[in-house]
């Protein structure tokens, strides 16, 4: 059964900083990975989605990059800004981590 | 993309009643599945829902306590039975167009209190 392991469980940073939230998954064997964003009391929005035959995938100041092989991937969150505070989501569909809670203070 | 709507959006239930979510998709979908997210924590896949036969459900959730419809592959209702307080939860619907290169796709979720 997949696994999906989250670290940092939270992080707290001031603005400006470069960030890594980490991801790992027990069975290599996925279709792909997705990381959300959820804010308090909110739903999820998805942030970035690597399907299994990519290494990486890029929006504005996120990147996300898969190794499948590891079973690894990671978020980079580049020049953080306070309105990037927020829980962090990773997922190998169906399953979810339990998240990274990020709050950038000013 | 796609748009999902849950109904109802939250609601605030007596101890020992049931009540049923609603997730209509806006397109048709393969794979539909719902969620629960207790306070302060991550998302517990419940059971995917499978069209025109019964849900397949996770370890630690029982159709007699989950019941699931999918009637067709726009559609799917989730029911509480039963309820106490350690039901209360935020349920979530959630869709992929397809099975192995499916985008998860999220409804806004339906925030239930149980006193």
């Known amino acids: 059964k997949q696994e999906v392991t989250q670290i940092p469980a939270a992080l707290s940073v001031p603005e400006g900083e470069n960030l890594v939230l980490n991801c790992s998954f027990t069975?290599?064997?996925?279709?792909?990975l997705q990381w959300f964003r959820q804010d308090p009391g909110k739903g999820l929005t998805s942030l970035l989605l690597i399907q299994s035959s990519q290494r990486e995938q890029t929006s504005g100041r996120l990147n996300a990059s898969l190794d499948k092989s590891s079973g690894r991937s990671t978020l980079y969150i580049a020049a953080s800004q306070p309105g990037d505070s927020a829980t962090y989501l990773c997922?190998?569909?169906?399953?979810f981590g339990r998240g990274t809670s990020l709050i950038v203070h000013p | 993309s796609a748009v999902i709507s849950q109904k109802p959006s939250r609601d605030i239930c007596q101890r020992g009643t049931s009540l049923t979510i609603q997730c209509q998709v806006d397109s048709q979908v393969t794979m539909m599945f719902w969620y629960r997210q207790q306070p302060g924590q991550s998302l517990t896949l419940i059971a995917t829902a499978n069209q025109g036969s019964e849900a397949t459900y996770e370890s630690g959730f029982v159709i007699d306590k989950f019941p699931i419809s999918r009637p067709n592959l726009t559609f799917s209702t989730l029911t509480v039975s039963n309820m106490s307080p350690e039901d209360s939860s935020i349920y979530l619907c959630s869709v992929a167009r397809e099975f192995d290169t499916g985008e998860l796709f999220f409804g806004e979720g339906s925030r239930l209190t149980v006193l």
């Open positions: 997922a190998v569909p169906p399953t």
């Open positions: 069975d290599s064997a996925i279709y792909n």
